[in-house]
């Protein structure tokens, strides 16, 4: 069991930031992600793509934005705990116990939300057959690749992880590869290196096909393809992989008990703080009337639930608000000289 | 002003007047037209607001952009008449647009 000050569930910008504002004011947080890196929907979903309407930095990429909120974060210690999602957020007396899906836990009187649209999890295939073998035969990523080994791999999508795959798994297995049109997204070269393994039939290459349904009593054994021209095929396979790239769910947070508005969590404007006492939501999960979902508005409301989590973290003393330009406290966190 | 009906996987109707400039997109969220969720905002980083235009249609809006068939390959159940609508913008000429949403999603 970890305590700490504050626990920020997601390290998109506005989670980075809000931990900024904690540090600064003196109270310590930890950071809970359920991707595997930092930078939430900036890195997942447009880490090359510009964005223009950062107060005072002109023009960024989601990366960039990223790599200088971390920079600003490099004199604090923050701890990340990537690729967890909270699952569990319990009263116990004046604190929240807050339990992940890799097991930590951590007792803490302010939880801040600053999870975007909600936890990134991998798209699914369409037909309700497929659930069935999920995690068995099934699967939409990959943890151990000897698995396959002399096996049927049967790869669906059209992106760098299913070329990469059909590639890398074209070594010691039997592979097919599907995709629903002729063209796909991935990088030239890897596109090129998949069409010269089909050349020498180390890849067998299905375009135009979409997963149709699965059959097998206890283990996957054959799956149907249905072309655009709705055309089946029938393919004899042990193994399916999908990578039909990330969705964004609410996920657990819907049980916490929390007034909700469709995908968003509302809040009050002065301490960003839900229905629940201790319990903020800041950025693009939030709503309150004239809600903006601009990165900047994070910032905002960070920095405003950060000195709310003063109080209930800090009862016996009073906050006091102070200018990085001229505090001597400040200026000492900051690690520079006074 | 375009009227633009929108037809839930149910097969319910729901027709609104959008105005000229939204996207196809924007008429649904605005109108709460379950389905269309658009979680990037209209950014084509998501397929969340994935629909499928009537072929008499498909021909007559706009043609796809770059990008958006990659980010197609993502949708639930991609079709050859499938689209993005954040990416297809109101105008006059839409009027009496048609488009399915996809029984997943919503």
Redesign the interface.
Known sequence: MKNTDALIIGAGPTGLFTAHQLKLIGLDCEIVDNLDKIGGQCIELYPDKPIYDIPAVPECTGEQLTNNLLNQLKPFDIKFHLSERVEEVKKEEKNWLVKTSGGNSFLTPNVIIAGGVGSFEPRKFSPKECEKFENKSLFYSVKDKNIFKGKTVSIFGGGDSALDWAIELSKESKVNLIHRRDEFRGAQATVDKMHELKDADKINLFTKYQMANAHGEQVLENIEIKHDNNEIKNLKTDYVLGFFGLIMQLGPIANWGLNLNKKTIEVDTEKFETNQKGIYAVGDICTYPGKLKLILSGFHEGALAARACFKLARPDEKYRFEFTTTSKSLLKRLGKKE | MAKITYITHNNKKHTFEVQNGLTVMEGAVQNDIPGI?A???G?M????CHVYVKEDWFNKIPKKEDGE??ML??A?????NSRLSCQIIVSDELDGLEVNIPS?QA
């Not at chain 2, 639930?76 to 050859?80: A, C, G, M, R, S």
């Open positions: 969720d979680d990037c905002g950014g980083a998501c397929a969340t068939d990659d390959d993502m639930f159940e991609p079709k050859t997943k």
